[in-house]
């Protein structure tokens, strides 16, 4: 296993969001192509929102983005029959506008097709050469799709709120903390089902029950005993995929439906919490495609540069070479 620093610095850790639309240059919403330094997407869509006059939820962006980082994003600002303010000489250095032109629509959450990041891992230390064998196994295979760590908070703060919200019934007013501790109560339960399917070596391959998502779309379709779905599946043309708990019922049939009740039953708790608060069945695939994966071993460093579709995390990637700490 290969060890070593991560973000040592900003620079290190690269994030370029990859739009699914280009703007049309008019209409209601101004567009802003930001790049960022060191601060949180929702901080900065926060003080866009005060340089505007207009309140935050006339602020959108299509994902958050890692605050210790330089990343690129798009966000949108309502401003209907209003002249744009010069939101560049109001932001603080750190905060660089790219591109600025208008559109008829607002950005909506996941209008995105992925990010690229690029990463420098410092302090290397290791077996260099095993290290290149996974890289070369990541590009021909993909990585187990779990959720990042950031997901559940520091010490899984997100997790352990989720639970007394749950248990308590307490009336969360902030919108923005209810989807938080939703996401990481359901990413919790769906890395659980992951774990096990990597435990069993069958998180890349075809299994009699599975569902599947068809490779870059959320279309989905039940195993019906398809001959070829096999061979689909090692093409990575499909993926077997996990349940994101919510009601109604399981599309996963057989030991595959077993696996996937017995985790829920397990983590009871969340998932009747999910269950209550109206969130409904869907699916996430199992693996995640690197695509333009590239890397260089140098004297004590190791660059990474590789795209990843919307949803997937970046550690996620590292955590199958090594362990890096900031």
């Not at 996941?110 to 290791?126: C, M, T, V």
């Not at 021909?140 to 749950?166: C, H, M, T």
């Not at 398809?226 to 349940?243: K, M, N, S, V």
């Amino acid at each position: 296993m290969l060890s070593g620093i991560i973000r040592s610095k900003a620079s290190d850790f690269k994030v370029d969001e990859i739009s699914a639309f280009t703007p049309s240059g008019t209409g209601e919403h101004i567009f802003l192509k930001i790049e960022k330094t060191g601060e949180n997407t929702d901080w900065v869509a926060g003080l866009l929102a005060k340089i505007a006059g207009v309140q935050k939820r006339d602020v959108s962006f299509a994902g958050m983005k890692d605050r210790h980082a330089i990343t690129t994003q798009w966000f949108s600002v309502y401003l209907p029959r209003k002249e744009a303010p010069d939101f560049q000489t109001q932001l603080p250095e750190s905060i660089n506008i790219l591109q600025q032109t208008r559109h008829n629509k607002k950005l909506r959450k996941g209008a995105l097709k992925g990010n690229r990041f690029s990463l420098i891992i410092r302090q290397l230390e290791g077996d260099i050469e095993l290290g290149k064998t996974r890289c070369e196994k990541i590009k021909e295979k993909g990585v187990p799709n779990y959720y990042g760590e950031q997901r559940f908070g520091r010490d899984l703060y997100n997790i352990a709120s989720a639970k007394n919200w749950f248990s308590s019934g307490f009336n969360i007013k902030s919108r923005h903390k209810r989807s938080i501790f939703l996401s990481a109560a359901r990413s919790w339960i769906f890395n659980h089902i992951l774990s096990q399917r990597v435990a069993q070596n069958t998180w890349d391959q075809a299994q009699a029950g599975d569902v599947f998502m068809l490779n870059g779309t959320k279309s989905c379709f039940v195993n019906d005993g398809d001959p070829t779905l096999e061979e689909r599946t090692e093409q990575q043309d499909i993926h077997p995929t996990g349940a994101l708990w919510g009601k109604g019922e399981l599309l996963t049939i057989g030991d595959i439906a077993a696996l996937e009740q017995q985790i829920a039953e397990a983590l009871n708790d969340l998932a009747k919490g999910l269950i209550k608060y109206g969130l409904k069945q869907e699916r996430r695939s199992l693996r995640l495609p690197v695509s333009e994966f590239e890397y260089e071993f140098t004297e004590g460093e190791m660059k990474l540069s590789f795209s990843l579709p919307a949803g997937s995390f970046a550690t996620v990637v590292l955590r199958e070479l090594g362990v890096f700490v900031a």
